[in-house]
């Protein structure tokens, strides 16, 4: 299984507070993914990057922000939690941008209440 | 990236292959099909990929129509733990490879 660990796992957080995800690989893969998944929608993207503090917007990305400082780390933060947000997050890498496979995290499930 | 029509949900005997149809008819020449799969609440797994020709791996056969505008997984000897979600996506090369998932098939594996 390629090395890519979400942190915390659960977590349950109230409305307003800001809320923090982290993974983490080590596959030294260039690009690292955010995905969002709640029933009736599939998995939506929310932000990507394709290098250490380099990234993009991706399909609903409002309420979320992202950084990369180093290639093993991409954090995915919500300044201000919104019932909206909670939902199961998962993380993904690739090492290139075509023709290969991505593999995805164990997922975070995150409560806001 | 085209979009993909799937069967919300589909059958298959233990033992028996499984065959789950995709269409892509506004796939253009650039573009891959790509399956996952996701069993319960783990994460999305890649299964396999192909651009024109018809693939096989350790997982599954992948079939795709002369025209690329259908494919179809065939995975040969299902199992219960075949049971999962089965997304089919195409996709080209753009910033960030990023995969658009749509409602994928439910696959369920009957004893």
């Known amino acids: 299984d390629a090395g890519i660990t979400q942190s915390p796992r659960h977590k349950v957080t109230e409305t307003g507070t800001p809320v923090t995800l982290r993974c983490h690989q080590t596959e030294n893969h260039r690009y690292m993914y955010w995905y969002r998944q709640d029933p009736g929608h599939g998995l939506r993207l929310i932000h990507y990057?394709?290098?250490?503090?380099?990234?993009d917007k991706g399909e609903v990305s409002d309420g979320y922000s992202v950084s990369r400082s180093k290639t093993e780390d991409f954090l995915l933060t919500l300044e201000s939690a919104t019932s909206s947000q909670t939902s199961v997050y998962f993380c993904a890498i690739s090492a290139t941008a075509e023709n290969t496979e991505a593999f995805f995290g164990q997922g975070t499930r995150l409560t806001v209440v | 990236d085209a979009k993909t029509t799937q069967p919300p949900s589909m059958d298959c005997a233990e033992g028996r292959a499984a065959n789950l149809p995709c269409n892509h008819s506004?796939?253009?020449?650039?573009?891959?099909v790509y399956w996952y799969r996701q069993i319960h609440s783990q994460g999305p797994q890649y299964i396999i990929h192909g651009l024109k020709n018809n693939e096989t791996n350790e997982m599954a056969s992948l079939i795709i129509t002369e025209d690329r505008k259908s494919s179809t997984l065939i995975l040969p000897h299902a199992t219960l733990r075949d049971t999962a979600v089965y997304y089919c996506?195409?996709?080209?090369?753009?910033?960030?490879?990023?995969?658009?998932f749509g409602g994928g098939t439910r696959l369920m594996v009957k004893p």
């Open positions: 996506i195409v996709h080209s090369y753009n910033a960030g490879n990023m995969l658009t």
């Open positions: 990057s394709y290098g250490v503090k380099d990234t």
């Open positions: 506004t796939i253009s020449g650039n573009e891959y």
